[in-house]
């Protein structure tokens, strides 16, 4: 089983973020909006019994809820859209950074490898294959005032996800409930 916890996105939010699909841009494969997140944390492939105690370990956390803001837009990755990815940024909080090191810390105390990676929250858009930099330039421009009112976060998610040709499949597995802010 593939695994991430991530923050699952308002229906508010997952309309704002799909119209900017709408527009072509040459190479991209825009990331259906049911897929839309924030990851917190990635974990990777997990047996039966390591999803049990992931599922323990972040079910014992505490965390107040509170306002997510996405705002700008941008890319990363190779230069001319080979492997680019082209994502919505969010703001970040000291709540956001709070949960976000508290899972960290629940699935290292159970034995998971740190993440290496440093905690950068976006959403991603399209994954871009060989698209042009000036209409990817062009595009990123247009909507680099993108920006969402703040919505209010009361839960994280354990996602599976599975690998099909096409494009991932995420499935919420558990829904764990923040506090009152």
């Known amino acids: 089983m593939r695994l991430f916890v991530a923050l699952d996105l308002p229906d508010l ?23 839309y997140h924030v990851t917190l944390r990635f974990i990777g492939e997990a047996a ?39 994502y919505a940024g969010v703001e970040r909080s000291a709540p956001l950074d709070h949960l976000r090191a508290k899972v960290e810390t629940a ?26 930099e000036a209409k990817l330039a062009e595009w990123v421009q247009a909507h680099s005032l993108f920006r969402c009112p703040p919505v209010r976060i009361a839960h994280f998610t354990l996602f599976s ?8 499949v995420y499935t919420p597995e558990v829904e764990y409930a923040l506090g009152a802010a």
């Open 13 to 35: 939010l997952r309309g704002r973020l799909a119209a900017l699909s709408h527009h072509a841009i040459p190479g991209a494969r825009w990331v259906p909006a049911d897929n």
């Open 48 to 86: 039966a019994w390591q999803a049990e105690e992931i599922d323990h370990a972040l079910a014992a956390l505490r965390a107040p809820g509170f306002a997510l803001t996405l705002a700008g837009i941008g890319s990363f990755g190779a230069k001319g859209g080979r492997g680019a990815t082209l």
């Open 161 to 168: 996800s599975l690998l099909n040709k096409d494009h991932p």
């Open 107 to 132: 699935l290292q105390r159970i034995g998971l490898e740190p993440e290496r990676r440093r905690f950068w929250p976006h959403v991603t858009l399209a994954r871009l294959d060989n698209a042009p």
